[in-house]
């Protein structure tokens, strides 16, 4: 965190006062503090918009006195880098995803499980609520060295295919995906499909030299990412999420004065604002419809009989990643249930 101390900061009377050395008090509550926030979305994204809010509300209740930088689309460093910039301080907070760290993460990353919210924009909303109320008991001993303002995932992701319909999990076998998470990669290799890791930045080009098949994301991301003509194919299978943290470095809120520290603990997102959070990051903008109307997906929706046998190798998925946590020592099995009941309460 980088505070800035400097003549222009200073009313002209101030600095008289600070030349004589009177009120050296008042002149220290006008200091103004620069927080550097690091992300790895594009500044035009709909999930940026948040952390543009977040940087406009500090500045504006703490009369310019609470700066914030945002280094947009990784300018940083890699997106597998940001919690670590973050906790080892080179940045002041930091938007970052949970599943390109796999294993950092395990109880935060339940909420990736199949079929853990509902879909389109309310998945997004109940998600960040759920976890809105199980960090202070849960998660938060997993984001250590930081302070937690905001959890959140995407909508649910669909099965986006650039030349075959996707109907069954038959029709799954041997299919080339780009995986965004841990979890949506073993699924696939559970379900017959070969999951491919690569960044997002890289889902266009991969689809254009054929070296992938679709991609697993939410409809978000193929705004984002620019996929409308590359892909042709959306299926609703699975519905899985990514989840997401906006963390501040705890040194660096520690050191900020505290008439600062309140402004910042007023906009931790409990519940109601998470939700508010998620809509403004992954609701319906017009720009986000429209392109979505232009892309015209082939929307398919798998039959009852279809969708029973996909959830039901969803659950002995689940099982599974609850048993190895288990193993681990972790709550697994506790955390995972008081999701899915939360999920339920929200989802009303």
């Known amino acids: 965190m980088s505070k800035k101390i400097g003549p222009c900061l200073i009313s002209g009377f101030a600095a008289v006062l ?3 050395g009177l009120a050296a008090t008042d002149v220290a509550a006008k200091d103004v503090y620069e927080l550097k926030m690091a992300t790895f979305t594009p500044e035009p994204a709909p999930d940026s918009k948040v952390l543009k809010q977040y940087a406009e509300e500090w500045e504006k209740k703490s009369n ?15 997106m597998p880098k940001h919690h670590d910039l973050v906790r080892k301080g080179v940045a ?3 938007f970052f995803q949970h599943g390109v760290t796999p294993g950092r993460f395990p109880l935060t990353e339940l909420i990736h499980l199949p079929y853990m919210v509902p879909a389109g924009v ?75 890791g690569l960044p997002a930045p890289l889902m266009a080009e991969s689809l254009q030299k054929g070296t992938i098949d679709g991609v697993i994301t939410d409809p978000n991301g193929t705004f984002n990412f620019k996929l409308g003509g590359l ?19 705890q040194a660096s809120y520690d050191k900020l004065p505290a008439d600062l520290k309140k402004i910042i603990d007023g906009t931790v997102a409990g519940p109601e604002r998470a939700a508010r959070n998620a809509q403004t990051a992954w609701g319906d903008s017009p720009p986000f419809a429209a392109y979505l109307k232009k892309a ?13 046998e996909m959830r039901d190798l969803a659950e002995k998925f689940i099982e599974q990643t609850l048993q190895g946590l288990e193993k681990k020592g972790l709550p697994g099995r506790k955390v995972y249930a008081k999701m899915k009941a939360l999920s339920a309460q929200y989802s009303k």
């Open 92 to 94: 002041d907070l930091a």
């Open 296 to 308: 015209n997906y082939d929307k398919i929706t798998l039959s009852a009989a279809d969708d029973k």
């Open 64 to 78: 310019g006195r609470l700066k914030v930088k945002i280094f947009f689309g990784s300018a940083m460093g890699p």
């Open 18 to 20: 600070l030349a004589s």
């Open 231 to 249: 892909v042709k194919h959306e299926t609703q299978m699975f519905l899985a999420v990514l989840s997401f943290g906006l963390v501040m470095n």
């Open 122 to 196: 309310k998945g997004a909303e109940v998600g960040a609520m759920i976890m809105a109320d199980l960090t202070k008991e849960y998660l938060a001993n997993e984001h250590k060295g930081t302070k937690i303002i905001w959890l959140a995932n995407t909508r649910p992701a669909y099965i986006y295919d650039a030349n075959k319909a996707i109907r069954s999990v038959s029709d799954l076998k041997g299919r080339r995906y780009r995986a965004p998470t841990p979890t949506i990669s073993a699924m696939l290799k559970s379900l017959g499909a070969n999951p491919i």
